[in-house]
């Protein structure tokens, strides 16, 4: 294997891992854009996705085509099924946990998302603990759960290519890329994503011009908790393993790829994550994995260091 069959094989990995983090990245994006919360719990989200994914798969004895095709039925009753979960998930955490704050300090508030947090990691214990055989039949509640594989590792470019292409790495695309572009789409050119840039830009002001803030803040709760079901099942097919803890890991790097790319920028949570993916897998390759978390998060500080707003951020005046 070449050096340059290394470099393309780690660009594919790097940008399929990095599209996972941008969806996750645009739900603290959006959330922080409008009432300047960071949502600590996101991640979290994501894990109860998947957890709600792997069990749509048990109860529903999802397996793979035994004639090698897609299992695209299975993808669409997941995708079907996981982000209304989500989405529903993170409207009741907004309506019961974050919406009463709406006034208070924004320490306060910071405070209620690690709260949150800790609460949807022992869900996420407990579910693990469930007598399901895809749970290990509640046998070791703590530990990582296997996700079946109903995608398979059969090298679209052909057995003898030293690059590997699969169709995990073509679903990554075909989900995320297409959702992002109807995402950016809804922002700017309907009703309700007027009205979300609108409350962004001044939420007094919006409200004066007759905009229901808290309708908006919880559509925008809900297109997030959406976006991290889908990253949900996106993330438990590819990578065929999930495990409560999980949501830290994927929150810190979906919220660094937001700040990196320009927080409450759309198109920078994209950037910022494909950024963040592409760093981690050349880091594994070329240097060490131990060193790629530092490496991310300079390369995080060197860009804060020249552009403060991130790389699509835009700068804003403070009021002093």
Not at 136 to 142: C, I, L
Not at 195 to 224: E, K, S
Request: proline share 4%.
């Amino acid at each position: 294997m070449t050096l340059f069959d290394v470099i393309c094989q780690q660009a594919i990995t790097g940008l399929a891992n990095g599209l996972i983090i941008s969806l996750v990245a645009l739900g603290y994006t959006m959330v922080y854009g409008i009432i300047e919360l960071v949502n600590f719990a996101h991640g979290d989200l994501v894990m109860l996705g998947c957890f709600a994914a792997l069990t749509v798969i048990g109860v529903c004895g999802l397996a793979p085509p035994t004639d090698g095709s897609l299992p695209l039925g299975s993808l669409a009753l997941l995708l079907l099924l996981v982000p209304p979960f989500t989405a529903g998930l993170a409207w009741l955490i907004d309506r019961v946990a974050y919406r009463p704050l709406r006034q208070a300090p924004k320490l306060t508030a910071l405070a209620s998302t690690i709260g949150v947090s800790f609460i949807l990691i022992n869900l996420g214990l407990f579910w693990g603990g469930l007598p399901m055989d895809v749970f290990g039949g509640g046998r070791g509640a703590s530990s990582p759960k296997d996700v079946p594989d109903l995608i398979g590792y059969r090298n679209l470019l052909g057995e003898d290519s030293a690059v590997q292409i699969t169709a995990k790495d073509l679903l990554v695309v075909a989900v995320t890329v297409p959702l992002m572009l109807a995402l950016t789409w809804f922002v700017q050119r309907t009703r309700l994503g007027t009205a979300m840039r609108a409350c962004a830009q001044n939420p007094q002001a919006a409200a004066l011009m007759g905009i229901n803030v808290d309708r908006v803040v919880a559509l925008t709760f809900v297109l997030g908790g959406g976006l991290a079901g889908v990253a949900a099942v996106v993330f438990a097919l590819y990578n065929n393993a999930i495990a409560f803890q999980m949501g830290y890991r994927i929150g810190i790097d979906a919220f660094t790829a937001a700040v990196l790319g320009g927080i409450g920028s759309l198109p920078g949570a994209v950037l910022g994550g494909v950024v963040i993916g592409l760093v981690r897998a050349f880091s594994d390759q070329f240097v060490a994995s131990a060193w790629t978390n530092a490496i991310v998060f300079a390369v995080l500080i060197l860009v804060l260091v020249f552009r403060p707003g991130g790389m699509l951020g835009a700068s804003r005046a403070e009021k002093v």
